[in-house]
């Protein structure tokens, strides 16, 4: 099998993941030769251990390249920094983000939103829950924790989008970058004076060495804190509940028992993220899994691909949450863990026993497809048709 490059045209419509099994097998390191416009090689990792490897050394494997890729739209960003540096900023935004906070953005923020989402649904007795929940729901919990209006949050997800697919449409993705800090200049101005004790107050006050925080520094933690909460939970929202109503039997054992919902959210994180791609640029001439790496060649770690590792898990293809549970990298792992993982695993916590509760004989439409998990980066169902019983 000749391991194509991905294919920008149906990068939504991907299905990858026979070609990563492939890889798995036969060269699990695929090299990409350079071309006129970039002579340096690049690779792509398929299994568990070369992507631990990666994302573990920041020394030989940075995350530069984060900057070059997606600084024209997201702006300064954490994502894009190493080491000490990165570890100021991070700490600048991290305490929002961790497990002692999540009860306060349980109570203020996930039960209203999830539950006035259900409101709006359950008398209907058939929804898209993508359309009619999921893209929604995180979208809104991320804005409401930055201190940026809910009710704007169509306009947010759209952007979100815009600017996490920016390398690959710059012209939607440098428009949306725009868009967004136009929309967000007022706000700011508003917190210098009056801050409310949201992050974006804290964000406008906040110091380093006595400085603040340059516009430009700003605005990137902004530009990467609203698409990183929004597109990649909402798509995994959808690829849980996929995994649930695709199977009759596994949907009645969680709806008679609820504790069994954090095992179907892992086991969903390993068999199918959203996040599939991670990037970095190697410091140093190295080698990974026996294949030599140039300095200066781009690494992907595909850790979708991770999470079906035979090696690390049997019969991977199959989704069983009654697996011992390992360690996934679907959060990645290392210096850039996910910041909002314990967030994002608590939104779904939520989400899934509510639909459980509010939707009574939840099924799949029998009217529609069947739903279907899709993509290459981002990878999720585009449509999600249910019925239920009218409440
Ligand atoms: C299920 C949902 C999510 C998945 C699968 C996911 C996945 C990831 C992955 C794989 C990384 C590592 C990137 C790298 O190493 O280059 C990451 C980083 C990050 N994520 Fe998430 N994420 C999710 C939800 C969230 C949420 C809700 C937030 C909200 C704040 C968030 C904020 C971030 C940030 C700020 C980073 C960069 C951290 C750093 O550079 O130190 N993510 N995420």
Redesign the pocket.
């Known amino acids: 099998m000749k391991y194509e490059q991905p294919n920008y045209d149906d990068w939504e419509d991907a299905q990858p993941h026979e070609m990563w099994a492939h890889a798995r097998e036969h060269c699990p390191v695929i090299e990409y030769p350079g071309n006129e416009w970039n002579p340096t090689p690049s690779f792509m990792t398929t299994r568990f251990a070369e992507a631990d490897a990666v994302?573990r050394d920041q020394r030989t494997f940075s995350?530069s390249i984060?900057a070059d890729a997606m600084g024209p739209f997201m702006g300064e960003l954490?994502?894009g920094l190493d080491g000490a540096e990165?570890r100021i900023y991070?700490n600048l935004v991290a305490h929002a983000?961790r497990r002692s906070s999540l009860e306060r953005w349980r109570t203020e923020l996930i039960d209203p939103l999830i539950t006035q989402l259900l409101d709006d649904i359950a008398p209907r007795g058939s929804a898209e829950l993508v359309a009619d929940l999921t893209s929604k729901y995180?979208v809104q919990v991320?804005c409401g924790i930055v201190g940026v209006p809910t009710e704007d949050h169509e306009q947010f997800n759209e952007w979100a989008v815009s600017i996490n697919y920016g390398p690959l449409n710059p012209e939607e993705g440098r428009a949306a970058s725009l868009a967004m800090v136009e929309y967000l200049a007022p706000l700011i101005e508003q917190r210098r004076s009056e801050p409310t004790g949201d992050l974006l107050s804290e964000l406008v006050h906040a110091e380093i060495e006595g400085e603040r925080l340059s516009e430009e520094k700003l605005y990137g933690f902004l530009r990467?804190?609203l698409p990183?909460?929004a597109e990649?939970?909402y798509r995994?929202f959808g690829n849980c509940l996929v995994a649930l109503l695709s199977d009759p039997d596994l949907h009645r054992r969680v709806r008679n028992d609820r504790t069994l919902i954090p095992a179907l959210i892992e086991e969903t994180?390993r068999w199918e993220?959203?996040?599939n791609m991670?990037?970095r640029i190697a410091t140093t001439n190295t080698e990974l899994g026996g294949c030599p790496i140039p300095k200066g060649a781009p690494v992907t770690v595909l850790?979708g691909s991770a999470g079906r590792d035979e090696t690390r898990w049997k019969s991977p293809d199959r989704f069983d949450i009654d697996r011992e549970p390992v360690k996934h990298l679907?959060?990645?792992t290392?210096?850039?863990?996910?910041?909002?993982?314990h967030?994002?695993r608590l939104?779904?916590e939520v989400g899934i026993a509510a639909v459980l509760d509010r939707l009574a004989n939840l099924a799949l439409d029998p009217a529609h497809d069947e739903p279907v998990i899709s993509g290459y980066a981002f990878r999720g169902p585009n449509e999600l048709h249910v019925i239920y019983d009218r409440s």
């Open positions: 994302l995350a984060n954490m994502l990165h991070r983000f995180p991320i990467l804190l990183a909460g990649t939970t995994m994180l993220t959203s996040v991670v990037s850790n679907a959060f990645g290392g210096e850039h863990q996910c910041l909002g993982m967030l994002a939104e779904l």
